[in-house]
């Protein structure tokens, strides 16, 4: 199992430019994650998915969009990128559903952005 | 979900034990107490959990107080490789969402 797969790993951006960062996950969850983190700072939410087609604002959600076509990818997506989202992106995955609602979660290891 | 707090930084000496502290005296009832930690740029990797009662794994173990206020992450015999910054996360069961704080940054040293 490779977990929770992200790309790129790194990428250099220039004001305005658009990309989309993919998150994949193996495990068959439900839940997905996108995280940001600034230097010396803990992670910050940007959205979140409970399931296949569902996405929802997290803490910082402007700028960011995403989208959950599948139930194994998430996507986030930057329409014009800007000198203040450079961060190191990570996605995670939790199961939940049953009984198993209070799971942790599995993160990636990151996708490091610089907008230049 | 619950606030919590934590030290910003600790020391441990190799081999002993490392004692970290959190607390979340605004914790509801349902809401669980989890560890993370992150190595250096790495993503955060999941220690431990935990509602009521005392939890161990083979990281670690978590001790809850009775009042479920406060909680500590036990790493036992504390290596270098356990430098890293340790979060602690309530959240309730059902949701998916987690607040990371700033975390304690925990120094092994020699």
């Known amino acids: 199992n490779a977990g929770v797969t992200q790309t790129p790993k790194f990428r250099v951006l220039k004001t305005g430019q658009s990309m989309t960062l993919l998150c994949a996950q193996d495990m068959n969850h439900e839940y997905m994650y996108w995280y940001r983190q600034d230097p010396g700072m803990g992670l910050r939410l940007i959205h979140y998915?409970?399931?296949?087609?569902?996405?929802a604002k997290g803490e910082v959600p402007d700028g960011y969009n995403v989208s959950r076509l599948k139930k194994q990818n998430f996507l986030l997506g930057l329409e014009s990128a800007a000198p203040s989202q450079t961060s190191v992106y990570f996605c995670?995955?939790?199961?939940?559903?049953?009984?198993?609602?209070?799971?942790?979660?599995?993160f990636g290891d990151g996708t490091r952005l610089s907008i230049l | 979900d619950a606030k919590t707090t934590q030290p910003p930084s600790m020391d441990c000496a190799e081999g002993r034990a490392a004692n970290l502290p959190c607390n979340h005296s605004?914790?509801?009832?349902?809401?669980?107490v989890y560890w993370y930690r992150q190595i250096h740029s790495q993503g955060p990797q999941y220690i431990i959990h935990g509602l009521k009662n005392n939890e161990t794994n083979e990281m670690a173990s978590l001790i809850i107080t009775e009042d479920r206020k406060s909680s500590t992450l036990i790493l036992p015999h504390a290596t270098l490789r356990d430098t890293a910054v340790y979060y602690c996360?309530?959240?309730?069961?059902?949701?998916?969402?987690?607040?990371f704080g700033d975390g304690t940054t925990l120094t092994v040293k020699p």
């Open positions: 995670a995955s939790s199961e939940t559903g049953g009984g198993r609602l209070n799971q942790p979660q599995h």
């Open positions: 605004t914790i509801s009832g349902n809401e669980y």
């Open positions: 996360i309530v959240k309730i069961t059902n949701a998916g969402k987690s607040t």
């Open positions: 998915s409970v399931g296949e087609g569902t996405t």
